[in-house]
């Protein structure tokens, strides 16, 4: 399998601009995570999925953020407008059955700057 | 509600030295423990994991032993390599139910030096 994937690795953009970012989960996988990662405050669960459907966003910063998963290979993390403090790393991360339960498997990130 | 405190860093060693970073927690019930390793440019991933008391994970001569009595997980490894600087962390999955969420610490960047 070729593992959770994200898209861009690398997205520079000017504050007020919408931003997308993108996961493909490992297949079969049915529950999917968003995080954000910064140096001042670590590692954030942002929001998460279960066959689709949003569990808990409590972590989603403020409306400016919104997360969908249309389908189960699929699920964007949009902002917008973007600012200058929601430059972070994002990941995407996947996991699945019963017997791997907690098991968490990351992408390699989007690294988004907002000037 | 759960939560897990691993020690400060940064840790800087020279290679062969032995590592170890604490970890503790705090959970309701019998949570499954992890540690995860995040190299330079990379994502999260899984180094080892635990799920019940008195278990012992171990991988690329990392261990870690989940002991009930302490809250604890310590990650240890005997002698250390270049190749492990890395930022390493500890967390916590919620036992039974459908929660699939995990806690995380707030990493542990290690340097190794030659």
Redesign the interface.
């Known amino acids: 399998d070729a593992g959770?994937i994200q898209s861009p690795r690398h997205e520079v953009t000017e504050m007020g601009q919408e931003v997308t970012l993108r996961c493909k989960p490992i297949s079969g996988h049915d529950?999917l995570?968003w995080y954000r990662q910064t140096m001042m405050r670590?590692?954030e669960?942002l929001i998460?999925f279960?066959n689709n459907v949003p569990i808990?966003d409590s972590g989603m910063p403020e409306d400016r953020f919104s997360a969908k998963m249309p389908n189960a290979s699929f699920s964007t993390l949009k902002i917008q407008p973007s600012e200058p403090r929601d430059s972070a790393v994002y990941?995407c991360?996947s996991?699945g059955t019963v017997l791997a339960?907690?098991?968490?498997?990351?992408?390699?990130?989007t690294r988004l700057s907002v000037l | 509600g759960n939560s897990v405190t691993q020690m400060e860093g940064p840790v800087t060693l020279s290679e062969e030295a032995f590592l170890t970073i604490n970890c503790t927690y705090t959970a309701t019930g019998y949570p499954s423990l992890f540690w995860y390793v995040q190299y330079p440019g990379e994502g999260l991933q899984l180094l080892l994991k635990a799920t019940k008391a008195d278990d012992k994970g171990s991988n690329k001569g990392f261990e870690a032993t989940y002991r009930k009595e302490t809250t604890s997980f310590h990650l240890e490894k005997g002698s250390v390599q270049v190749s492990d600087s890395a930022v390493y962390f500890c967390a916590l999955g919620a036992s039974g139910g459908s929660n699939y969420k995990l806690t995380f610490g707030k990493g542990t960047l290690l340097t190794v030096n030659p």
């Not at chain 1, 339960?101 to 990130?109: C, D």
């Open positions: 959770v529950y995570f670590g590692l669960l998460y279960n808990d990941f991360a996991s339960k907690n098991i968490q498997y990351f992408g390699a990130g």
